[in-house]
T-cell receptor, first 115, second 113 residues
Framework: GAVVSQHPSWVICKSGTSVKIECRSL??????MFWYRQFPKQSLMLMAT?????????EQGVEKDKFLINHASLTLSTLTVTSAHPEDSSFYIC???????????FGPGTRLTVL | GENVEQHPSTLSVQEGDSAVIKCTYS??????FPWYKQELGKGPQLIID?????GEKKDQRIAVTLNKTAKHFSLHITETQPEDSAVYFC????????????FGSGTQLTVLP
Protein backbone atom coordinates (compact mmCIF):
# COMPACT_ATOMS: atom_id res chain seq x y z
CA GLY A 1 0.00 0.00 0.00
CA ALA A 2 0.92 3.66 -0.32
CA VAL A 3 2.92 5.19 2.53
CA VAL A 4 2.30 8.47 4.32
CA SER A 5 4.64 9.86 6.94
CA GLN A 6 4.14 12.54 9.56
CA HIS A 7 6.65 14.57 11.49
CA PRO A 8 6.95 14.94 14.36
CA SER A 9 5.31 11.89 15.88
CA TRP A 10 4.78 13.76 19.11
CA VAL A 11 5.32 17.30 20.34
CA ILE A 12 4.92 19.13 23.61
CA CYS A 13 4.68 22.89 23.56
CA LYS A 14 3.80 25.77 25.81
CA SER A 15 0.49 27.58 25.58
CA GLY A 16 0.63 30.44 23.09
CA THR A 17 3.29 28.96 20.84
CA SER A 18 2.85 27.62 17.31
CA VAL A 19 3.50 24.09 16.13
CA LYS A 20 3.98 22.82 12.58
CA ILE A 21 3.17 19.26 11.55
CA GLU A 22 4.36 17.85 8.24
CA CYS A 23 2.58 15.22 6.19
CA ARG A 24 4.36 13.54 3.29
CA SER A 25 3.24 10.98 0.76
CA LEU A 26 6.38 8.92 0.26
CA UNK A 27 5.64 6.81 -2.79
CA UNK A 28 2.69 8.46 -4.50
CA UNK A 29 1.45 11.87 -5.48
CA UNK A 30 -1.46 13.22 -3.51
CA UNK A 31 -3.24 16.13 -5.12
CA UNK A 32 -5.60 16.02 -2.18
CA MET A 33 -4.67 15.58 1.46
CA PHE A 34 -6.93 15.61 4.48
CA TRP A 35 -6.31 16.60 8.09
CA TYR A 36 -8.14 14.95 10.95
CA ARG A 37 -8.22 15.35 14.70
CA GLN A 38 -8.93 12.51 17.07
CA PHE A 39 -9.63 12.82 20.77
CA PRO A 40 -9.14 9.81 23.10
CA LYS A 41 -11.58 6.97 22.48
CA GLN A 42 -13.33 8.93 19.74
CA SER A 43 -13.57 8.71 15.98
CA LEU A 44 -11.66 10.75 13.43
CA MET A 45 -13.09 14.19 12.77
CA LEU A 46 -12.24 15.86 9.47
CA MET A 47 -10.73 19.30 9.96
CA ALA A 48 -9.90 20.35 6.42
CA THR A 49 -9.35 19.25 2.85
CA UNK A 50 -6.16 20.42 1.23
CA UNK A 51 -5.63 20.55 -2.52
CA UNK A 52 -2.20 21.12 -3.98
CA UNK A 53 -1.70 24.69 -5.04
CA UNK A 54 -4.97 26.04 -3.68
CA UNK A 55 -6.49 27.12 -0.40
CA UNK A 56 -7.70 24.50 2.02
CA UNK A 57 -11.37 23.94 2.66
CA UNK A 58 -12.21 23.87 6.35
CA GLU A 59 -15.03 22.01 8.05
CA GLN A 60 -17.62 23.92 10.00
CA GLY A 61 -16.33 24.94 13.40
CA VAL A 62 -12.64 24.70 12.48
CA GLU A 63 -10.88 28.07 12.65
CA LYS A 64 -8.87 28.59 9.50
CA ASP A 65 -6.75 31.30 11.11
CA LYS A 66 -5.80 28.97 13.92
CA PHE A 67 -5.12 25.86 11.87
CA LEU A 68 -3.05 27.00 8.90
CA ILE A 69 -2.72 24.48 6.10
CA ASN A 70 -0.26 24.65 3.23
CA HIS A 71 -0.13 22.12 0.40
CA ALA A 72 2.72 23.41 -1.71
CA SER A 73 3.63 20.21 -3.51
CA LEU A 74 2.09 16.92 -4.56
CA THR A 75 3.84 15.14 -1.70
CA LEU A 76 3.79 17.59 1.20
CA SER A 77 1.11 19.26 3.27
CA THR A 78 1.69 21.10 6.53
CA LEU A 79 -0.62 21.97 9.40
CA THR A 80 0.39 24.79 11.71
CA VAL A 81 -1.47 25.15 14.98
CA THR A 82 -1.08 28.80 15.88
CA SER A 83 -1.23 30.15 19.43
CA ALA A 84 -1.87 26.68 20.76
CA HIS A 85 -3.89 26.20 23.92
CA PRO A 86 -4.41 23.14 26.12
CA GLU A 87 -7.75 22.40 24.42
CA ASP A 88 -5.83 21.92 21.15
CA SER A 89 -4.11 18.90 22.65
CA SER A 90 -5.11 15.97 20.48
CA PHE A 91 -3.96 13.36 17.99
CA TYR A 92 -3.62 14.93 14.53
CA ILE A 93 -3.68 12.59 11.54
CA CYS A 94 -3.26 13.35 7.87
CA UNK A 95 -4.15 11.27 4.84
CA UNK A 96 -3.31 11.38 1.16
CA UNK A 97 -5.81 10.59 -1.55
CA UNK A 98 -4.28 8.34 -4.17
CA UNK A 99 -4.87 10.23 -7.41
CA UNK A 100 -7.56 8.76 -9.61
CA UNK A 101 -8.94 6.60 -6.79
CA UNK A 102 -11.21 6.83 -3.79
CA UNK A 103 -8.57 5.55 -1.43
CA UNK A 104 -7.07 7.54 1.44
CA UNK A 105 -3.86 6.38 3.06
CA PHE A 106 -3.22 7.65 6.54
CA GLY A 107 -0.11 8.83 8.29
CA PRO A 108 0.92 7.52 11.71
CA GLY A 109 -0.40 10.61 13.50
CA THR A 110 1.12 13.35 15.64
CA ARG A 111 0.38 13.59 19.33
CA LEU A 112 0.21 17.25 20.35
CA THR A 113 0.28 18.18 24.02
CA VAL A 114 -0.07 21.84 24.95
CA LEU A 115 0.95 22.72 28.48
CA GLY B 1 -24.43 15.44 4.92
CA GLU B 2 -23.51 11.81 5.38
CA ASN B 3 -24.05 10.06 8.71
CA VAL B 4 -22.44 6.71 9.44
CA GLU B 5 -23.50 4.64 12.43
CA GLN B 6 -21.43 1.71 13.64
CA HIS B 7 -22.09 -1.04 16.14
CA PRO B 8 -21.21 -2.62 18.41
CA SER B 9 -18.91 -0.20 20.16
CA THR B 10 -17.07 -3.06 21.84
CA LEU B 11 -16.77 -6.70 20.85
CA SER B 12 -14.98 -9.52 22.61
CA VAL B 13 -14.50 -12.88 20.94
CA GLN B 14 -12.52 -16.02 21.64
CA GLU B 15 -9.52 -16.69 19.46
CA GLY B 16 -10.61 -18.62 16.41
CA ASP B 17 -14.17 -17.33 16.47
CA SER B 18 -15.64 -14.90 13.95
CA ALA B 19 -16.31 -11.22 14.50
CA VAL B 20 -18.89 -9.09 12.70
CA ILE B 21 -19.11 -5.30 12.77
CA LYS B 22 -22.00 -3.47 11.14
CA CYS B 23 -22.43 0.03 9.75
CA THR B 24 -25.29 1.97 8.24
CA TYR B 25 -25.08 5.12 6.16
CA SER B 26 -27.59 7.77 5.24
CA UNK B 27 -26.50 9.28 1.92
CA UNK B 28 -27.62 7.22 -1.06
CA UNK B 29 -24.93 8.95 -3.14
CA UNK B 30 -22.16 7.27 -1.14
CA UNK B 31 -20.38 4.73 -3.30
CA UNK B 32 -17.13 3.87 -1.53
CA PHE B 33 -16.90 2.08 1.81
CA PRO B 34 -13.48 1.41 3.36
CA TRP B 35 -12.66 -0.27 6.66
CA TYR B 36 -9.71 0.81 8.74
CA LYS B 37 -7.90 -0.83 11.64
CA GLN B 38 -6.31 1.44 14.22
CA GLU B 39 -3.93 0.22 16.85
CA LEU B 40 -3.27 2.28 19.95
CA GLY B 41 -1.25 5.41 19.21
CA LYS B 42 -1.10 4.75 15.48
CA GLY B 43 -2.83 5.98 12.37
CA PRO B 44 -5.64 4.04 10.70
CA GLN B 45 -4.61 1.27 8.33
CA LEU B 46 -6.81 0.36 5.37
CA ILE B 47 -7.72 -3.31 5.58
CA ILE B 48 -10.42 -3.69 2.94
CA ASP B 49 -12.78 -1.56 0.90
CA UNK B 50 -15.79 -2.05 -1.31
CA UNK B 51 -17.46 0.00 -3.97
CA UNK B 52 -21.15 0.21 -4.61
CA UNK B 53 -21.03 -1.82 -7.81
CA UNK B 54 -20.30 -5.04 -5.89
CA GLY B 55 -22.04 -6.75 -3.02
CA GLU B 56 -19.19 -8.63 -1.40
CA LYS B 57 -15.41 -8.65 -1.31
CA LYS B 58 -13.07 -11.03 0.44
CA ASP B 59 -9.39 -10.93 1.29
CA GLN B 60 -8.17 -14.01 3.18
CA ARG B 61 -9.81 -13.87 6.64
CA ILE B 62 -11.52 -10.55 6.03
CA ALA B 63 -14.70 -9.94 4.06
CA VAL B 64 -17.03 -7.02 3.56
CA THR B 65 -20.64 -7.13 2.41
CA LEU B 66 -22.71 -4.24 1.12
CA ASN B 67 -26.48 -3.89 0.88
CA LYS B 68 -27.17 -0.71 -1.05
CA THR B 69 -30.92 -0.98 -0.72
CA ALA B 70 -30.75 -1.11 3.05
CA LYS B 71 -27.73 1.21 3.19
CA HIS B 72 -25.66 -1.00 5.37
CA PHE B 73 -22.32 -2.76 5.12
CA SER B 74 -20.53 -5.18 7.38
CA LEU B 75 -17.02 -6.38 8.17
CA HIS B 76 -16.50 -10.06 8.81
CA ILE B 77 -13.29 -11.41 10.33
CA THR B 78 -12.97 -15.18 10.51
CA GLU B 79 -10.54 -17.27 12.56
CA THR B 80 -9.70 -14.30 14.74
CA GLN B 81 -6.26 -13.98 16.27
CA PRO B 82 -5.02 -11.88 19.22
CA GLU B 83 -3.26 -9.54 16.79
CA ASP B 84 -6.65 -8.66 15.33
CA SER B 85 -7.38 -6.79 18.57
CA ALA B 86 -7.70 -3.09 17.68
CA VAL B 87 -10.28 -0.40 16.97
CA TYR B 88 -12.03 -0.82 13.64
CA PHE B 89 -13.65 2.07 11.80
CA CYS B 90 -16.03 1.96 8.89
CA UNK B 91 -16.35 4.96 6.58
CA UNK B 92 -18.25 6.16 3.56
CA UNK B 93 -17.60 8.66 0.81
CA UNK B 94 -18.97 9.80 -2.52
CA UNK B 95 -17.51 11.50 -5.54
CA UNK B 96 -19.82 14.42 -4.82
CA UNK B 97 -18.18 15.02 -1.46
CA UNK B 98 -14.67 15.47 -2.85
CA UNK B 99 -13.94 11.99 -1.57
CA UNK B 100 -14.20 13.12 2.04
CA UNK B 101 -14.65 10.20 4.38
CA UNK B 102 -17.32 10.14 7.05
CA PHE B 103 -16.29 7.73 9.78
CA GLY B 104 -18.31 5.56 12.06
CA SER B 105 -17.75 5.77 15.80
CA GLY B 106 -15.45 2.76 15.94
CA THR B 107 -15.53 -0.76 17.41
CA GLN B 108 -13.00 -1.94 19.97
CA LEU B 109 -12.38 -5.59 19.10
CA THR B 110 -10.71 -7.76 21.70
CA VAL B 111 -9.68 -11.27 20.78
CA LEU B 112 -9.20 -13.37 23.89
CA PRO B 113 -6.50 -16.07 23.72
Amino acid sequence: GAVVSQHPSWVICKSGTSVKIECRSLDFQATTMFWYRQFPKQSLMLMATSNEGSKATYEQGVEKDKFLINHASLTLSTLTVTSAHPEDSSFYICSGLLSGTDTQYFGPGTRLTVL
Amino acid sequence: GENVEQHPSTLSVQEGDSAVIKCTYSDSASNYFPWYKQELGKGPQLIIDIRSNVGEKKDQRIAVTLNKTAKHFSLHITETQPEDSAVYFCAASSSGSARQLTFGSGTQLTVLP
